[in-house]
């Protein structure tokens, strides 16, 4: 969203001048493209995980500054609201034991910042969504003291003029409003970066969209809301409607959210920063000095920042990103489908997994997307957060006879999507004992179909069961969630329910 968002207001010039920089940057980037001036495949990827801040009794804390100010790394950063924190990790290889490095490095890291949150009576937790959050604590008054957000915030209330509403009908309904953005604090995720040529981009993300639902059902780790419990994977329909500026007239006449899916597969990176800009307002019309067309005449690389940042405020589970890095620019898909967590060796399982099925389903010669109806992998995403791990897909048959049906995911998952996968990680030249530990944890998943949702449904009924009224049973079931969460082991192998006195 930019290095440096100072708040304030915009009048009606800001807007017209940013839409003519905007298109500027359209133009530019088409030269780009056109002209072949990207970078050379590097098999870079990237990691960004958001985290929760909750003390030892399972409730939300609102400290991430004094967390931060004690972390004292450029590797923690702040996020939307007081409880939330975000730790990237620098890019790295595609190759060798990659996994396991990032592992390593995220243990430490994750160790490192626990500790420090424990000084203010806070620690990490690693989740979808924090199930002990209450309306309460996802108001503007908990929203970090960031300028960008208090600007982003003002801007979408603005546009939006009335309330936001939240209706989410799942194993329980959920219906609440709110005056600002704040609910989209709820919602942490894991990104995952990949560097890919402009020749390739399309291939990726729309492999990228046809196995969103697959990474849902089996990372599926958001089930609670307010003390509802909702979808398998609650962020997807929180996030839309937290951020959905249209009121209801607007939404009636077809006007694109700006949390979507898609509606087609695409044929070039150039297309979907097309639509965003022809599609989204501008939130924030801050203007660049940089005159791209002149950069780009004179032999230099633009950084398109009008392009960048509108790109921000558009939230595809798929996101095109444009950077420049060492005076080169590149392209990137950001897969954000992911929610954060269980623990740390499952979010490298699940970044195995999407990375080796990418690449195996963007090398296809007749790709999955050419024999899958964008309408059906949009459908299969929404089911897939419904019911995670328990998600039944629309996919291709297998054989020349075309045409789509209907199987369980885990069934696809270890008949035809893990062998892809594997495939896939070999291209990148992984270690074979990384592909084979981090997907032998995907394969377990499906052959015990548990993970981190399914983990907190069924031990938070346990507590029920035991007596515990609606918010006790979700407060223990953060606490377990959190120690299990430290102790390391992947989700599958959790214990359900509470230790025996």
């Not at 990207?38 to 909750?54: H, K, V």
């Not at 990490?124 to 915030?153: C, E, F, K, Q, W």
Request: proline share 6%; charged share 25%.
């Amino acid at each position: 969203m930019g290095e440096k968002i100072v708040a304030g207001g915009f009048a009606p010039s800001d807007r017209q001048a940013y839409r003519e920089k905007l298109t500027q940057c359209l133009t530019v980037l088409e030269r780009l493209l056109s002209e072949r001036r990207f970078d050379r495949p590097r098999n870079l990827m990237g990691l960004e995980i958001e985290l929760n801040l909750a003390g030892s009794d399972g409730m939300p804390r609102m400290r991430n500054a004094e967390v931060l100010q004690r972390i004292a790394s450029r590797d923690f950063q702040t996020e939307l609201g007081m409880f939330n924190l975000e730790v990237n990790i620098l890019p790295h290889r595609l190759s060798g034991r990659v996994f396991d490095q990032l592992a390593e490095e995220l243990r430490t890291g994750l160790a490192y910042a626990h500790r420090k949150a424990a000084e203010v009576d806070a620690g990490i937790v690693m989740i979808g969504i924090l199930p002990t959050l209450g309306r309460d604590d996802v108001v503007s008054a908990n929203l970090s003291d960031v300028d960008r957000y208090t600007l982003l915030n003002d801007q979408m209330a603005a546009a939006r003029g009335e309330e936001f509403t939240l209706d989410i009908e799942g194993v329980e309904r959920l219906v609440s409003t709110s005056a600002s953005i704040a609910p989209e604090s709820a919602c942490t995720s894991v990104q995952l970066h990949l560097q890919v040529t402009p020749d390739r981009f399309a291939d990726v993300w729309n492999a990228a969209q046809a196995v969103a639902s697959v990474q849902i059902a089996l990372g599926a780790n958001s089930p609670f809301l307010f003390g509802k419990e909702l979808w398998r994977e609650s962020r997807p329909p929180l996030f839309q409607q937290a951020t959905d500026v249209r009121p209801p007239e607007l939404r009636n006449q077809g006007v694109r959210p700006r949390t979507w899916f898609g509606e087609r597969w695409i044929d070039s990176a150039y297309e979907l920063f097309e639509e965003n800009v022809r599609y989204y307002p501008p939130l924030l019309p801050i203007c660049d000095e940089e005159d791209p067309l002149r950069v780009l005449d004179e032999g230099g690389v633009p950084a398109l920042a009008e392009l960048v940042l509108h790109n921000g405020t558009v939230y595809r589970w798929n996101r095109p990103v444009y950077e420049v890095a060492g005076g080169v620019p590149h392209l990137r898909v950001e897969n954000r489908v992911l929610p954060a967590g269980p623990s740390v060796v499952d979010v490298i399982a699940n970044a195995a997994f999407y990375y080796g099925l990418v690449r195996a389903l963007a090398d296809e010669s007749r790709p999955v997307w050419s024999k899958l109806p964008f309408e059906a992998a949009a459908e299969n995403f929404d089911t897939a957060c419904r019911h995670g791990i328990e998600a039944e897909l629309l996919w291709p048959r297998p054989g020349r006879s075309g045409g789509v049906a209907k199987v369980s995911a885990v069934k696809l998952v270890k008949d035809e999507l893990l062998p892809l996968a594997a495939a896939g990680l070999d291209a990148w030249n992984i270690e074979p004992s990384d592909r084979d530990h981090y997907l032998g944890i995907i394969e377990e998943r499906c052959r015990l179909r548990v993970n981190g949702a399914s983990w907190q449904v069924d031990t938070y009924h346990r507590a029920l069961e035991a007596g515990l009224a609606r918010e006790g049973a979700l407060a223990a079931t953060t606490r377990r969630y959190g120690e299990l969460m430290q102790a390391g082991e992947p989700v599958h192998t959790w214990p359900v329910g509470f230790p025996a006195p």
